[in-house]
Structure formats: structure tokens, C-alpha cells
């Protein structure tokens, strides 16, 4: 969120919710990204270069344009960005990265007509009357919805989340469109395939959108936490809830990321938790939140709690997905190089025909990964020395077609939780006993 008072102004735009709006709006996006080529490739030839497609492509103008249109059609279309910058951020042009990354957080707000539009049809024209106070500015805005801060007749504050309309009737069109755009543009690597990534996008899309379902998972997600204080939770107003508003308890709670200007301590005791609260959900629960966005997490210093937030794409893990996961791990603990890769096989990260067709490579990055996850000492998660190398060693497997592969919509699901969770282990430079927690959770779920 923006702490500037006029760009929150400027922020105020319709989210378009008819199909024909938001075609439009793709159009305008490849024109502005053609015409971004055309004067980019004009200055440099004058200048007496000969530019290559990807130096006009993967311009800054362009990477903004990307972003600024993402971000105002809101939904598939902006989800699909987050969704990129977090399972691909460390193999994509870092001026693309950067863009996409700013849309973890960022959305246009809906105008007051259109907000007044949307809660009169889920609450009746009078529904102001059941609030002390509603304040009209969002205090979040996401792909799916904007959060308000309200207060009820009985001195209640609670959370509103409204979803923009026509964002549930949408989902599948942008992902396709946003999908062309970026195969079209060129703003993606060819070696890098997002087929899963689509699919992913449009599961968990259509279940963000069903709020009742939402709320059973919020309820559940409360119960297995019960009695934790390390975690809070939000409870469902179910009497407010309909279809597109969600109500829930308001809980204070700072950025996530303000805990990096804390001391190296607090980072590293509160991280430790919520690397903690991953092994459990994979683990012990059966139950994971998969959607690892910095915005869905908030701290408060007093305590050292962190705030959960946004259920939406909550779900039961199949057991199959979890002893896989177990198999792999007690691998990678034992060293065991060889089984790694056999249980990476069974578990569908990778297929036969990549090992055998670059068994150099493959056995590169696995020695990686085995050899960070052995180190005795602790994980210092703002240590990404090794990245670099992996992407060096499975960039030729990745450019290989007949070596693609697909993992199982499941695994990508719980892939994504544990990638972005680390991802922001990077950014507040936490340091934890990742082997540890593994292998006291694999211990006591056994």
C-alpha cells in the first residue's frame, strides 16, 4: 500500500467488469507494448545500434505498462503476475522480476459508486445503517477484493473484504488472455513453461472468489491453531458474510516485512515459527494456506505474533502429497544423493526422460540442494549464493522440451507455499535451524 495521499488518489480507478472492458483492456496493453518497441527500437538504431528483440521487449516502459494494466483489471489477470513473480522470480530478466514483484501488494481501489453498487446488492440499499462507521478508503487492495475497516453498532471492528464485480465470471478468459500477452509480447523466457502455472491460477482463482468457502476455511484454519498464541487468526462474522463480502475481526498488525528492521534475533525466533507452521501444515495437519503473498501475513512486536490472513486459497493436502514430500526430505537428510533423485521422480518434480537425457545437470542440482540442506549450521535465508547455481544447472534442462514435465496440481499448490515462504525468509535475512524443524516434525508425525 502506498503511504502517498495523491497516488492513493490516482489509485481510484473502475475495475471493468464486463468481458468486452476487459478485452479492451488487454488490447491496450499490446499496443502500448508495441508502440513501447517501436520508439525503443527507433533511439537505438539512431544512436547507431542494432538492438535485439528481447532489449525491445524487456524495456522498463514496457515492464510498467505490464504492471500498471495488471493492476487495474485486477483478478486473473493481476493474480496470474503474483503467481509468476513468486514461482519464477529467481529465473526471470530481473527488470521483469522487480515489476511484477511490486504486484504482491498493489491493486487500483474501486471508486465509491462502484463500492456503493456492490454492497447495495449484497446488503440492501440501506446498508450503512448497520455500521457506526465504515471508512470508504481501503486498507488493503488485492487481485480479488479490497479490505475496509468498519465499525458495528455494537462497537465490533471488523475486516470487510468486498470483491470487485465481475472479477468471478472472468477468471478463466485472463488467465488465457494474460496468458497470449505475455507469450506474444515476449515478456517471458521461452524456456519457461507456465502451462501448470495457468492451471494453478485458474483453481485457486475460482476458489478465492466463493467467500462462504473462504470462511469455512478461516473457521478451520482457527480451530487447528486454537490455543497457539505464536499465531492469530481472524474469526468469521458469518451474520455479514454473503457472496462477494466476507466480514471477519479486524487484527492490528504491522507489514510483514517491517520485521526486517527489527533485531537479527526477533527475525530469526519469529521466522522460525512460521517456518514451523509450514512442516505442521504439511505434516500434521493435512491443511495448508497455499498462498505464500507477503500481504497475507502481519506482525506485531508485542508478542511477536504474526497475523494470518486471507484463507482463500486454503485446502487439504492429499496424504499421497505428504509422505512424498516426507520420502524426499528423509533423503535429502540422509545425503543420499541417489534416493533424492528416485523420490523427486515418484513425486512428479521431475520425469525419467530429464535424468536420463541430462544426468550431469540433474545430479548438479541435487548436490546443491542436498548440500545446503546438510550444513549443520543455521539456514541464513538472506544467503542466496546458490541460486545462481541452480538456475545455471537446470536452465539446459529447462530449455530441453522433450525434458518438460509437469508436476501434479497438488504439489504445486504446496511447491508454491514453501518457495514463497522462502522468499521472504530472503527478505527479512532471517537465519533458522531449517534441518532441525524437519527433522523434529518428520519425528513426531511419524
Do not use: C
Not at 77 to 96: N, T, V
Not at 140 to 148: E, F, L, P
Not at 157 to 175: E, F, H, N, R, T
Not at 211 to 230: I, K, N, P
Request: glycine fraction near 8%; hydrophobic fraction near 40%; aromatic fraction near 6%.
Amino acid at each position: 500500500m502506498a503511504d502517498d495521499p495523491n497516488e492513493k488518489r490516482d489509485r481510484h480507478r473502475a475495475v471493468p467488469s464486463s468481458r468486452a472492458g476487459r478485452f479492451a483492456g488487454f488490447s491496450r496493453l499490446a499496443g502500448g507494448v508495441a508502440g513501447g518497441m517501436l520508439s525503443e527500437g527507433a533511439r537505438r538504431l539512431a544512436a547507431g545500434e542494432r538492438p535485439r528483440m528481447d532489449q525491445l521487449l524487456l524495456t522498463p516502459g514496457n515492464a510498467k505498462r505490464l504492471a500498471d494494466r495488471l493492476a487495474h483489471l485486477r483478478g486473473a489477470a493481476m493474480k496470474l503476475g503474483q503467481m509468476i513473480s513468486m514461482d519464477a522470480g529467481d529465473f526471470l530478466p530481473p527488470e521483469l522480476a522487480d515489476i511484477l514483484a511490486r504486484l504482491r501488494d498493489r491493486a487500483d481501489f474501486m471508486p465509491p459508486r462502484q463500492l456503493d453498487q456492490v454492497l447495495s446488492g449484497e446488503w440492501g440499499k440501506d446498508w450503512r445503517r448497520q455500521f457506526r462507521r465504515f471508512e470508504p478508503r481501503p486498507i488493503a487492495a488485492a487481485s480479488i477484493g479490497q479490505v475496509h475497516r468498519a465499525l458495528t453498532r455494537d462497537d465490533r471492528m471488523l475486516a470487510i473484504k468486498v470483491q470487485y464485480p465481475g472479477i468471478a465470471q472472468s477468471i478463466d478468459s485472463d488467465v488465457d488472455n494474460v496468458a497470449s500477452l505475455l507469450r506474444i509480447a515476449g515478456l517471458l523466457p521461452k524456456e519457461l513453461d507456465i502451462a501448470s502455472l495457468l492451471a494453478a491460477a485458474k483453481q485457486q482463482l475460482h476458489e478465492e472468489a466463493d467467500y462462504d468457502r473462504e470462511g469455512r476455511m478461516m473457521q478451520a484454519y482457527a480451530e487447528l491453531l486454537e490455543g497457539d498464541s505464536r499465531y492469530v487468526v481472524p474469526r468469521l462474522d458469518q451474520e455479514l458474510t454473503r457472496e462477494r463480502v466476507l466480514a471477519m475481526s479486524f487484527e492490528e498488525g504491522r507489514p510483514i516485512e517491517s520485521l526486517a528492521e527489527e533485531p537479527q534475533d526477533v527475525r530469526d525466533r519469529v521466522f522460525t515459527n512460521l517456518i514451523e507452521l509450514v512442516a505442521r501444515e504439511l505434516f500434521e495437519f493435512g491443511f495448508m494456506q497455499t498462498d505464500p503473498n507477503f500481504a497475507n501475513y502481519r506482525y506485531r512486536a508485542d508478542g511477536e505474533q504474526i497475523v494470518l490472513l486471507d484463507f482463500g486459497a486454503a485446502r487439504p493436502i492429499d496424504p499421497v502429497i505428504g509422505q512424498s514430500y516426507r520420502r524426499l526430505l528423509e533423503a535429502g537428510l540422509d545425503e543420499d544423493r541417489d534416493r533424492v533423485r528416485g523420490e523427486a521422480i515418484v513425486a512428479g518434480f521431475v520425469n525419467q526422460r530429464a535424468v536420463e537425457r541430462h544426468p550431469e545437470h540433474m545430479a548438479r542440482a541435487i548436490d546443491i540442494i542436498v548440500t545446503e540442506m546438510s550444513r549443520g549450521e543455521l539456514l541464513d535465508f538472506g544467503d542466496r549464493a546458490f541460486v545462481p547455481e541452480i538456475r545455471e544447472a537446470v536452465m539446459p534442462i529447462a530449455q530441453d522440451r522433450e525434458s518438460w514435465h509437469l508436476p501434479p496440481a497438488e504439489t504445486l499448490f504446496v511447491q508454491r507455499k514453501v518457495s514463497g515462504t522462502a522468499l521472504l525468509g530472503a527478505r527479512l535475512g532471517a537465519r533458522v535451524d531449517v534441518r532441525g524443524i524437519v527433522q523434529d516434525t518428520l519425528a513426531r508425525t511419524a
